[in-house]
């Protein structure tokens, strides 16, 4: 069974930086693209971005270019997702979930099969 555990979240200033990772088990990590979604209360989970499996190719949402990063470290089977100036409207639940095995990478939920359980991101203005 596969399992995804994020964690790095918190409680932030507007204009701070946080990094969330998600530690991932199996050892085939490497072959999978790799995605962060975020929920805010009330709403739908959306797309934050995006990672293929080598790390070649990344997707970003809009409203987190040129702010948010995501990379991956196929050695310790972690991705990342590296959060700067951050805005009260980035507050949500964020999560972590892996590319159904068929995908070269995916921005839609149900282009995933396994989720993390969330870490909550809270910025305050």
């Known amino acids: 069974q596969v399992q995804l555990v994020e964690s790095g979240g918190g409680l932030v200033q507007a204009g701070d930086s946080l990094r969330l990772s998600c530690a991932t088990s199996g050892r085939t990590f490497s072959s999978y693209a790799m995605g962060w979604f975020r929920q805010a209360p009330g709403k739908e989970r959306v797309i934050v971005a995006a990672?293929?499996?080598?790390?070649?190719?990344?997707f970003y949402t809009d409203s987190v270019k040129g702010r948010f990063t995501i990379s991956r470290d196929n050695a310790n089977n972690t991705v990342y997702l590296q959060m700067s100036s951050l805005k009260p409207e980035d507050t949500a639940v964020y999560y972590c979930?892996?590319?159904?095995?068929?995908?070269?990478?995916?921005?839609?939920?149900?282009?995933?099969?396994?989720w993390g359980q969330g870490t909550q991101v809270t910025v305050s203005s």
């Open positions: 990672i293929t499996r080598s790390g070649d190719n990344t």
């Open positions: 979930a892996r590319v159904r095995s068929s995908y070269y990478i995916s921005t839609v939920a149900a282009g995933y099969d396994y």
